[in-house]
């Protein structure tokens, strides 16, 4: 079997899927990270094609190297985003040509169903109180929410101290509300400094949260070391990692909890796997990240069956949070979801088909960034 050509579908909902075609029947599916940067990742897999063409799609792991160090410089994030898009697919025909599920390729099953987690990013005290209740009452019982901000004459406003203080109020009157079973992270979607962060976990009871997402940028682990001195929240970490050796320190140190991979971002299940190997020696649990859709899911899903030490996966469709990310019409055959579990899939390969025609006929519209993210002073901060 030889590959023959790899195809891109930026489409509409967001996504960058891409197609692996052998001189058989058999194709692969995957999906690269970075779809608002699709124009970068695009030309990655224009660079990959032009030697992978006429290569043994069933070599996933040396052509996984031979993407990664076909240059002197290496890796990065444009370049892991892609390879995540070719190794997904690769992953996708070697199942297919085995006739057997992409977790059996990474060491077989460890469970029937993959939990997940799901999102409410209410905008005031009340509604976020209905919205767990929603959500606990309909089977979720790990709940990821969101910080209190504003807007100014009709643009986004963040102002982090005013932020902290109120999302601290909320979360401490949301844990009295629902008392000390379910599990509460939130995502601060690193738009803290190092003394905000701390300031905002200080502000509420021991307990009250079981997770802290991504409170400060992650450029500089040492940043993250002088946080974990002054906080006792548990961190998840890791979803703008782009290779193992950026994930190392975060785990050989100490400094996350969680590991919050994202393998459309990381370099596919290859990639993915070593890091989860990683953390496993140090009792260290993955949180992937799973924002774009079906076939990130599907993957992601597989990624956690093989992995003993899983603990949520991520999923943007819940009764708080339909993001259209999940077209039937786009993917006829996609994972299937009961509650708030995923179910392991059976079917070949990574188990999802896409309508190839749909996808050429809606295209990702390419836009100018939306409003940034401002202070009241004007001064720009994370968005």
């Not at 790990?142 to 101290?161: F, K, N, S, V």
């Amino acid at each position: 079997m030889k590959i023959t050509a790899i195809k891109t579908y930026p489409v509409w909902l967001g996504q960058l899927l891409v197609k692996v075609e052998t001189d058989t029947e058999i194709y692969g599916w995957g999906e690269a990270g970075m779809p608002h940067r699709s124009r970068a990742v695009i030309g990655a897999l224009q660079h990959f094609s032009d030697y992978l063409i006429g290569a043994d799609p069933m070599r996933i792991g040396g052509l996984w190297q031979e993407m990664y160090r076909n240059q002197y410089f290496e890796g990065g994030r444009v370049l892991t985003a892609a390879i995540a898009g070719i190794d997904i697919a690769l992953h996708d025909i070697v199942g297919k040509a085995l006739d057997v599920p992409a977790y059996q390729l990474l060491g077989g099953s460890h469970r029937d169903y993959v939990p997940c987690f799901a999102t409410t990013s209410a905008g005031s005290l009340d509604q976020l109180i209905e919205d767990v209740k929603l959500l606990l009452n309909n089977g979720w019982n790990t709940i990821r929410t969101w910080m209190a901000r504003g807007r100014l004459d009709g643009q986004p406003l963040y102002e982090p101290r005013e932020s902290i203080g109120l999302t601290a109020q909320w979360l401490t009157q949301l844990r009295q509300e629902i008392g000390p079973e379910p599990v509460i992270g939130i995502d601060y979607h690193h738009r803290l400094s190092v003394a905000e962060a701390a300031s905002f976990c200080q502000r509420m009871p021991a307990g009250t949260l079981d997770f802290l997402e991504e409170p400060i940028r992650d450029e500089t682990p040492e940043a993250y070391e002088s946080l974990r001195t002054m906080i006792d929240v548990p961190l998840a970490i890791g979803e703008e990692f782009s290779s193992k050796w950026t994930f190392l320190p975060y785990i050989e140190r100490g400094i996350t909890n969680f590991v919050r991979l994202d393998v459309c971002n990381v370099g596919g299940l290859t990639e993915a796997m070593k890091i989860a190997s990683m953390a496993e020696s140090h009792y260290i649990d993955l949180m992937p990240h799973n924002p774009l859709g079906v076939i990130c899911t599907a993957a992601s899903a597989h990624l956690a069956a093989a992995v003993p030490n899983f603990a949520w996966l991520e999923i943007r469709d819940s009764p708080t949070e339909q993001l259209g990310h999940y077209s039937q019409e786009l993917f006829p055959i996609q994972p299937q979801r009961e509650g708030s579990h995923i179910l392991v899939s059976e079917r070949p390969g990574i188990g999802v088909e896409v309508d190839e025609h749909l996808a050429a006929q809606r295209p990702l519209e390419i836009r100018k960034p939306g409003p940034l993210l401002r202070r009241r002073d004007g001064s720009l901060t994370n968005s």
